[in-house]
């Protein structure tokens, strides 16, 4: 068995929220150390508590979660993490993490990663929000600075569009996880 890595997964508020449930499931059962950290969006599609339950760990959902150290739990997360994967990630997070802001605990995290911690970011999103100038922008902002994109994926969309944004298969987000922290066998 390989050594276990900390996963930060951060989930936002995309109607493919409930698919970070099993990828939350495959990493634990991969054997990583995963925390999940949900924006507030992110918990009016899923809750926390399969998160909590599959991953062992406490869920992250808000900035003022208390932890039982002295240290802020985000910062203790962004110092641990040998990885941060997000999925599903929104426009709006892309867009977050682009310009740096840091008004919730995913955003700090983001900002205060351990240098060495890969960033992966699978995004689920209406394709016209994926193809607006502003996110093609941002995704290049994200991409100079080493995050790893993985999808979107085309296919029939949530909101009843065709085209591209469905989030890349569970499979593959977890498989490039696994990867990235080298856990993959
Ligand atoms: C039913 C519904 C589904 C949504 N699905 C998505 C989605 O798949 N991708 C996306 O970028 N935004 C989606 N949104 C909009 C986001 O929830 C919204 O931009 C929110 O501010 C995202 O916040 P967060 O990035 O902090 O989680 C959806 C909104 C609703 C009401």
Known sequence: MPESKTIVLGVTGSIAA??????CSQLA???ADVNVVMTRDAQEFVTPLPFKTLSRNPVVTSLY???KGWRPTHIRLADEADL???APTTANTIAKLAAGQADDALGCI???LNENA???MAPALN???WSHPATRQNVQTLTDRGVQFIGPVAGELACG???LGRLASVEEIVSASLQSVGMNG
């Open 161 to 163: 569009y065709e085209g």
């Open 110 to 112: 983001a900002l205060a």
């Open 127 to 129: 394709g016209k929000m």
């Open 65 to 67: 979660d208390e932890d």
């Open 18 to 23: 409930h698919k970070a449930v099993d990828v």
């Open 84 to 86: 941060l994967l997000i």
């Open 118 to 120: 890969p960033v992966i």
């Open 29 to 31: 059962k991969s054997g």
